[in-house]
């Protein structure tokens, strides 16, 4: 079993940043894609931005240009850079892993507790 521990988040203005950090820690092998998503009030959770452990990136249209996903290998973690902040990047964060407990394991999904960002001015 896997436990993702996600850091950083908190009240930003409009135009700030923060930085979200998620540690992966338990019966881990290999961790292959890990990403971050949001969940406002009343709206479905939806894809930030995800990295392969290869380090290849994607991001959902809305924060490309001011979010960055990085990730360190060596410490299982994962990190989201956000910068230009809007109130509309608003919710909770939740970190997500996939992973494998040895090499003949399937892959399974571990998700985190998640991080309220609220950005208000």
């Known amino acids: 079993q896997v436990q993702l521990v996600e850091s950083g988040g908190g009240l930003v203005q409009p135009g700030g940043s923060l930085r979200l950090s998620c540690a992966a820690s338990g019966s881990i092998f290999r961790i292959n894609a890990m990403g971050w998503y949001r969940q406002a009030p009343g709206k479905q959770r939806e894809l930030v931005a995800a990295i392969t452990n290869g380090g290849s990136t994607n991001y959902a249209d809305s924060v490309k240009g001011r979010f960055t996903i990085s990730r360190d290998n060596a410490k299982n973690t994962v990190y989201l850079q956000m910068n230009s902040l809007k109130p509309e990047d608003t919710a909770v964060y939740y970190c997500?892993?996939?992973?494998?407990?040895?090499?003949?394991?399937?892959?399974?999904?571990?998700w985190g507790q998640g991080t309220q960002v609220t950005v208000s001015s």
């Open positions: 997500n892993a996939n992973s494998q407990s040895s090499w003949f394991s399937p892959l399974v999904g571990s």
